[in-house]
């Protein structure tokens, strides 16, 4: 949801484009100059009200954006991966970053990966929104 402040300077933004094209009539009689005027004002809605911020993905992600976990090597339980969840703007998704296998314990601030979460990374890392 955009802060009050974006919705004000919307509402600034609209009433001035308005009171602009009120001023030329001669423009608004043409039916094309009309309809490009509305296509202009859904364009600005559309692009406010679809606005997310940071905040906005990591509350939507249950706040794994940024945080780090471990997964124990199956082949060789002497080495871990570090996994850091990172968020991918231009497919709007989770995208895991796993380091390469690291000999030794773990560290204690980081927490175990859930073998589902991991796959749900894994699975939408390889699925892909570009149609």
């Excluded at 001669?26 to 606005?51: C, E, G, M, P, Y």
């Excluded at 968020?87 to 296998?101: G, K, R």
Aim: hydrophobic fraction near 40%; charged fraction near 15%.
């Amino acid at each position: 949801m955009p802060s009050a402040f974006v919705l004000g300077a919307f509402t600034l933004l609209i009433s001035l484009l308005i009171s602009f094209f009120k001023n030329f009539n001669l423009f608004l009689k043409d039916r094309f100059n009309k309809i490009f005027l509305f296509a202009t004002l859904l364009l600005l809605i559309s692009s406010f009200v679809n606005q997310t911020t940071f905040n906005d993905n990591k509350n939507w992600h249950s706040g794994l954006i940024g945080k780090m976990f471990y997964h124990k090597c199956p082949d060789n339980d002497k080495y871990f991966r570090s996994i850091r969840v990172a968020h991918n703007p231009f497919t709007n998704s989770l995208q895991p970053q796993i380091s390469n296998p690291i000999y030794g314990e773990p560290p204690e601030e980081l927490k175990p990966i859930s073998p589902v979460l991991l796959n749900r990374l894994m699975r939408t890392q390889m699925s892909s929104s570009f149609h």
